[in-house]
Antibody, heavy 116, light 106 residues
Framework: QVKLLQSGAALVKPGASVKMSCKASGYTFTDYWVSWVKQSHGKSLEWIGEIYPNSGATNFNEKFKGKATLTVDKSTSTAYMELSRLTSEDSAIYYCTRYYGGYSDWGQGVMVTVSS | DTVLTQSPALAVSLGQRVTISCRASKSVSTYMHWYQQKSGQQPKLLIY???NLESGVPSRFSGSGSGTDFTLTIDPVEADDIANYYCQQSNELPYTFGAGTKLELK
């Protein structure tokens, strides 16, 4: 079955960067867009952007341009998201998800806490 | 950006039929999807492309609509359905989610 396994929680200082991973299994990694979604505490879901592993093509929510960088490693079927210049507003849970007629598969989420 | 508007909360009785609405600020055709999220869990796809039931989702869930007005129906509501429900459009970038509807027990 399809699985998206994300890296563990991160505690990072303001101004620093964090890179998280999303390892895919159970499907052909290069054939489907992988998106990243932010969920701040107790709030709704926010689409950050997406990457097509086969070509590396990306699309971003304007709000996250300059904040998020999306990459993939096709050899390990892993997608990455790096968030830079972190502030308290970036404290949230970040999910990776696969688009297959809607977001059919989700990682378990990575909790990022930005604190000094 | 396409804004999706949902009612913040709905109070329901078990066994009742409930409809959750989602209105888009512009037409999204049928590129509307519905998710259920329980506390501490990732979202789960229920309905894709407005009216298609995701595999493994109970048939008491159904979706309808096109253009700007969409509904998710649960009939009958079971205790396990108490959760947050989100609509999401994939017609136009950036993809957007509604603010969510919290289903509560009366």
């Amino acid at each position: 079955q399809v699985k998206l396994l994300q890296s563990g929680a991160a505690l990072v200082k303001p101004g620093a960067s964090v890179k998280m991973s999303c390892k895919a299994s159970g499907y052909t990694f290069t054939d489907y867009w992988v998106s990243w979604v932010k969920q701040s505490h107790g709030k709704s879901l926010e689409w950050i952007g997406e990457i097509y592993p086969n070509s590396g093509a990306t699309n971003f929510n304007e709000k996250f341009k300059g904040k998020a960088t999306l990459t993939v490693d096709k050899s390990t079927s892993t997608a990455y998201m790096e968030l830079s210049r972190l502030t308290s507003e970036d404290s949230a849970i970040y999910y990776c998800t696969r688009y297959y007629g809607g977001y059919s598969d989700w990682g378990q989420g990575v909790m990022v806490t930005v604190s000094s | 950006d396409t804004v999706l508007t949902q009612s913040p909360a709905l109070a329901v009785s078990l066994g009742q039929r409930v409809t959750i609405s989602c209105r888009a600020s512009k037409s999204v055709s049928t590129y509307m999807h519905w998710y259920q999220q329980k506390s501490g869990q990732q979202p789960k796809l229920l309905i894709y492309s407005a009216s298609n039931l995701e595999s493994g989702v109970p048939s008491r869930f159904s979706g309808s609509g096109s253009g700007t007005d969409f509904t998710l129906t649960i009939d009958p509501v079971e205790a396990d359905d108490i959760a947050n429900y989100y609509c999401q459009q994939s017609n136009e970038l950036p993809y957007t989610f509604g603010a969510g509807t919290k289903l509560e027990l009366k």
